[in-house]
């Protein structure tokens, strides 16, 4: 079977574990190299162990460590990633943080954290991607299905990735000439650490009753869409937002 991705060369923010590091390995079966980053040190061995499974896949990986909050570090990343592989093709904008309580009760080193990386990071990834991603590149920011969602205690998590729609459409606007596409997923709860450091069993199966099919979602429910936007048969899907979660609707 021909490996669709062959030749490419992606680069996944917080891709040491979770949705992140399942992306990194879904678009390396594919065939494409693949730079992991990884921000907290505590991250690292995880991040070895990500490059170390996409390595046998038979793909070259390197390892970025970097706040993406921080303009300057992402130039630098992006600055090591065209040395090391001449180019990018595909950029998966995954890294994020949650927090969940009381809309009152969010201070404003919350609102600066969540913000930083969900918000401020995104955009200056697709900034510096804009800037060195190759023609017909892929870009592919990682939302929430919150976004269109009335549920308590997420009010800063939903609205730090809100602006990626704007981001994604006017990024879209800007550099489609060239053949580059710019998408939003805004996946619906899934399973994995990231989600359930956040709940209780009471609200898992709040959110699970949310969806039609009553269950949370899987990172195989979301790799599909993933690998399609990253391919050459997504040339003419631009600046959308795909919600994938199961029917998702909380009223």
């Not at 200056?124 to 969602?149: C, E, P, W």
């Not at 709040?206 to 195989?220: E, T």
Request: proline content about 2%; glycine content about 8%; charged content about 20%.
């Amino acid at each position: 079977m021909s490996k669709q991705l062959t030749g490419k060369v992606a680069f996944v923010t917080g891709s040491s574990k979770n949705m992140g590091k399942s992306f990194a390995i879904a678009i390396a079966e594919q065939g494409a190299d693949l730079v992991i980053h990884y921000h907290s040190v505590h991250s690292k061995p995880q991040a070895i162990e990500t490059q170390r499974e996409v390595e046998a896949l038979g793909v070259k990986a390197t390892l970025v460590h970097g706040d993406i909050s921080n303009k300057a570090q992402v130039m630098n990343i992006f600055e090591h990633i065209i040395s090391e592989f001449g180019g990018v093709d595909i950029v998966i904008n995954n890294a994020g943080a949650i927090s969940k309580k009381p809309f009152v009760e969010y201070t404003e080193s919350d609102f600066d954290a969540l913000f930083g990386i969900n918000c401020k990071g995104a955009f200056f990834v697709m900034q510096a991607a804009a800037k060195h991603i190759r023609d017909n590149g892929r870009i592919i920011n990682m939302a929430t299905s919150l976004l269109a969602a009335f549920t308590w205690g997420y009010a800063l998590y939903a609205g730090s990735k809100a602006p990626l729609e704007q981001f994604t459409k006017a990024l879209a606007k800007e550099i489609g000439h060239r053949g580059v596409t710019v998408n939003t997923i805004a996946p619906g709860a899934i399973d994995t650490d990231f989600f359930h450091g956040e709940e209780n069993p009471q609200t898992v199966d709040y959110l699970k009753s949310a969806s039609v099919m009553n269950r949370l979602g899987q990172i195989d429910d979301v790799i599909p869409a993933v690998v399609y936007l990253a391919s050459e048969a997504s040339r003419w899907t631009t600046g959308q937002t795909l919600f994938i979660n199961g029917g998702f609707v909380t009223r």
